[in-house]
């Protein structure tokens, strides 16, 4: 083996996917120093061939994967997170996403995604995330009055890939281009309906707004400044102003179920949507929130409202396996992934329209 042909960032990639610092990595492998292996992850010194294999082994990487150059970096994209979450969490859940980008990167040489034909809009142009978010509404034909109903098709059909992720409590959403330039929002698969909802229709914003458009953001739009605008587009995307705003007014516990039930949006979002177009006061929307966690709801509305699945990853899945006649083990070679991150995003097969690229 020649050391000189791996890239040292690949071995980053693959440690602190699985989890460990190098600390904890040089306690596992027999021979292997954490200052030593600090010097070799900044390409500042080299690891001999047989500690390279055990570490390889340990990882539970393909040899292949470190020859790899896997950018999709999340810190140009956008996502929402806990403020409790550790550097540890982090780096985990960054991983994952751009793991999930490079393994849609990987499935395009072999199939053809739907076209991205969306508009993105500029903000520092004049455009509102609202004003955006009304045009968005109109470009996928709905009605003002109406809700969104099906949104993972409709964002799936016009070019968005949409990719959801099991066991990452402390994660919400995220958007970007991966290195081939596919419009990617991975979610989490265990919230509520509403909240992913939400968060789809949250990342749609990053994606006109932020990221498709390759606009340039001022320096006073900082990361604060950018979610909010995110948040704007999405509270008017799910529930139009000219549409809902009549029924905020005077706004009761009562009428928070039918509310919902109708713009499949969540209570809490609904009081807040009231509270920002102005139909109650401060104070009534403090006591509101009151007396919303004050029935144990916060956590728990009492029930869920419709989503549809998003079906375009799977049906990539799918035709690897039916029409290209993989197994999961040739996939995961092909890929240069271990079997368990193979089948971690790849659970359901569903149907869409796909083709395969001759």
Known sequence: MNEFVFNFRQFIFAREYRGYSQSDLSKNIKGLSQPNLSKFEKGLGMI????????????????????????????????????????????????????????????????????????????????????????ARKFFNIKPNEPVRDINKLLESHGVVIVEIDNIEKFDGVSLLTDNGIPLVVINKSFSNDRKRFTLAHELGHLLMHICGNFPISDYRDTKEIEKEANLFASEFLMPKDSIKNSLYGLKLSDLVSLKSYWLTSMQSIIRRSFDLNCIDKNKYGYLNMEFSRGGNRKNEGYDVFIDNPVLFNKAYKLFKEDLNYTKNELAESFSLPIDVIDRYFSIDRSSKLKIIV
């Open 48 to 135: 001999s061939d047989e500690l390279l294999q055990k570490i390889i082994l340990f990882l539970d990487f393909p040899e292949t994967f470190f020859h790899k150059k896997i950018n999709n970096y999340i810190d140009n994209a956008h996502y929402r997170k806990r403020a409790t979450i550790s550097k540890k969490e982090k780096n985990e859940i960054e991983y994952t996403l751009r793991l999930a980008g490079y393994i849609v990167d990987e499935m395009s040489d072999s199939i053809e995604w739907p076209e991205f034909n969306l508009k993105p809009l500029n903000v520092e142009d004049g455009y509102s995330p609202e004003n955006i978010a009304k045009f």
